[in-house]
């Protein structure tokens, strides 16, 4: 069933995209979020939204799916996180080419491999990964500080990737 964002996930949501450096991002789109097992959260026009609030039967999917509401904090998916690397280059390292094509696969990413880092990456914070022009093309975690990233060595373990969609492991749309 879709609803709208509770207080506490509105609250959430918000730190969240302030932690990405994008939270403009919450005034710009509508949220819904579908209840299942996990807590879907989707940008929506503000139609959608009135169309599929309370609907029955309910749709399959309605707008982007943007991540999932965890009790405190929104896990973006990757949808989520090609929006926000569009407008913010907070918790962001780009990639060489050849890096590009290893983390589409899965592949963790090398110290050599990077060419820019935010300079306020912390040790096991969230990053999302980038090619050269900026765009996402996975999330990871940061096994070092900004400092250590650049060493010859696996620096960012990758947790999700654009090549989920066509390796068909992982449902990545959350429906």
């Not at 990639?95 to 590009?100: F, K, P, R, S, Y």
């Not at 983390?103 to 820019?116: E, K, L, N, P, Q």
């Amino acid at each position: 069933m879709y609803r709208g964002l509770k207080k506490l996930e509105l609250t959430a949501m918000r730190r969240s995209l302030d932690y990405w450096g994008a939270f403009e991002l919450s005034e710009e789109f509508d949220f819904i979020i579908r209840q299942g097992e996990k807590n879907d959260l989707f940008a929506v026009t503000p139609e959608v939204k009135y169309y599929v609030i309370g609907r029955e039967p309910e749709p399959a999917l309605a707008g982007l799916h943007f991540g999932t509401m965890g009790k405190k904090a929104l896990v973006l998916s990757m949808e989520g996180a090609y929006l926000v690397a569009q407008v913010s280059d907070k918790k962001k390292v780009k990639v060489t080419g050849q890096a590009e094509s290893l983390v589409v696969y899965g592949r963790d990413v090398f110290g050599t491999s990077i060419t820019w880092a935010d300079e306020t990456i912390k040790q096991n914070e969230r990053v999302i990964i980038a090619n050269k022009y900026g765009e996402a093309i996975g999330i990871g975690r940061a096994r070092f500080d900004h400092g250590g990233l650049f060493q010859d060595r696996v620096t960012v373990n990758t947790e999700a990737d654009m090549g989920l969609y066509i390796r068909g492991q992982q449902d990545v749309a959350g429906g």
